[in-house]
């Protein structure tokens, strides 16, 4: 009951994530061969641009969090692209470079907002979403508006952006290969905004190529489908995602299926596992400390642990704790199949010595206890609040035997 509370009490604490750069290690570029997408996926595209098939509206779409949005500035700098191969942009020609930075005057952007006073179109905060996603460019909803810090507004693509992308199909194109219009999350567009798009789509102008990129298609009209040409990203699989790893991390082969196989294909975690593996593994360290510390509770170490997580921020400490689920799965594997295990030697030396404190009788409850903490961190409870309660609870779970 107490424990309960405790729990609950942490949502009304909710703390604020501190702002700072996800990876250390990462520089996105978003060249196809950097795009965790399936390659299915990217020689169609090549194919499309280099048959002159390409539709003037194409509609990009996969989970939210998917490859759909890299996949989409992937393709619009392959078309800009000035002196680009059968496979890929060539990455360094003038248009490539101004691409690196979301700055290609013809790339025009639509995504949606939080409406305020001062906020009443994209290019309002065109440099905050340049920087969140040239930060982690498998952008979900939730990643942008906190990023913006607003998290309870409603995302939304209004009437004043509907006349804004109209202002804008009368610009000329710069660099005279047309001009490419991205619309991510079209889903957000309120009513006004959709009918505008969709006469714009039946009547299209010329030079002018429209990205759409969603990951709610239900929620479009069936009459902006029936205009667009239809890209479904489906997810990478693991070695596709070890490929991308390996290339943007400068990990090994080696090194960077261990990290996708880890993530279990999940590009975000598979970026944090990645860019931690360059400076050595600091979730081993975290998970070696608190076990240690949660069986024999010393509250002066784990308070210690508590403030040096904190400090990591939320989406590290999301990861510890899928790191830590891994950890246990591997716990119970190494007394029976240890050839299956295929973590770093530190991590198997660890493994060895405290896989007897994790048994058949405590695994399904300490998963379920750091499912559940997982679960509040996204939500953005006290993480101080979740991780005492997690080592209290795992104190007794490993005691339990
Ligand atoms: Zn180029």
């Known amino acids: 009951m107490i424990r309960f509370l405790f ?38 595209l090549t194919e499309l641009a280099g048959n002159g098939r390409v539709a003037h509206a194409l509609l990009f779409f ?53 409406l305020s006073k001062d906020v009443r179109k994209s290019d309002d905060v065109i440099s905050e979403f340049r920087e969140a996603f040239l930060e982690f460019p498998y952008l979900g909803l939730n990643d ?30 710069y660099e005279g290969r047309g001009k490419i219009m991205i619309i991510w999350m079209p889903e957000k567009m309120n009513h006004e905004a959709s009918n505008k ?14 990205f759409l990129v969603s990951s709610a298609i239900e929620q479009l009209l069936p009459t902006i489908l029936s205009r667009v040409q239809m890209i479904q990203v ?5 070695s596709e995602v070890a490929k991308v790893v390996a290339k943007n991390f ?41 076990m240690r510390n949660a069986l024999r509770f010393d509250p002066f170490k784990i308070t210690g642990w508590i403030d040096e997580i904190q400090g990591l921020g939320r989406e590290k400490q999301k990861q510890f704790l899928i790191y ?12 029976h199949i ?35 903490a997982s679960y509040h961190i996204e939500r953005n409870a006290n993480s101080k609040i979740v991780f005492m309660d997690l080592a209290l609870k795992t104190n007794e779970l490993l005691n339990k035997k």
């Open 250 to 290: 400068q990990l090994n082969q080696q090194q960077a299926e261990h990290v996708a196989a880890t993530a279990q294909g999940n590009i975000k975690q598979a970026f944090l596992l990645a860019d931690d593996n360059v400076s050595g593994n600091i979730y081993l360290d975290l998970y070696r400390n608190f």
């Open 62 to 114: 996969g989970q939210d969090g998917g490859a759909q949005l890299p996949t989409a500035v992937a393709f619009a700098r392959y078309l800009f692209c000035g002196n680009r191969g059968t496979q890929d942009s060539c990455g360094t020609c003038a248009s490539c470079l101004k691409v690196n930075k979301l700055a290609h005057p013809d790339l025009h952007w639509v995504f949606p907002i939080a």
């Open 234 to 238: 489906h997810n990478a699989n693991v």
């Open 338 to 372: 240890p050839q299956q295990i295929t973590g770093s030697p530190e991590e198997r030396d660890f493994l060895q010595k405290f896989h007897p404190y994790i048994t058949t009788q405590n695994h399904e409850a300490l998963t379920e206890e750091f499912g559940k």
């Open 144 to 173: 942008w508006f906190n990023s913006l810090d607003a998290e309870n507004k409603q995302p939304v693509i209004g009437k004043d952006e509907a006349n804004e992308i109209i202002r804008k199909l009368n610009y000329t194109s």
């Open 7 to 44: 729990v609950d009490l942490a949502f009304f604490i909710a703390e604020k994530e501190s702002p700072g750069g996800l990876f250390k290690s990462y520089l996105c570029l978003m060249l196809f061969a950097d795009v965790a997408a399936p390659e299915s996926i990217k020689s169609r």
């Open 324 to 335: 830590a689920l891994q950890m246990f799965r591997n716990s119970i594997l190494i007394k």
């Open 197 to 210: 798009l969709l006469k714009i789509l039946e009547e299209p102008p010329d030079e002018t190529f429209f």
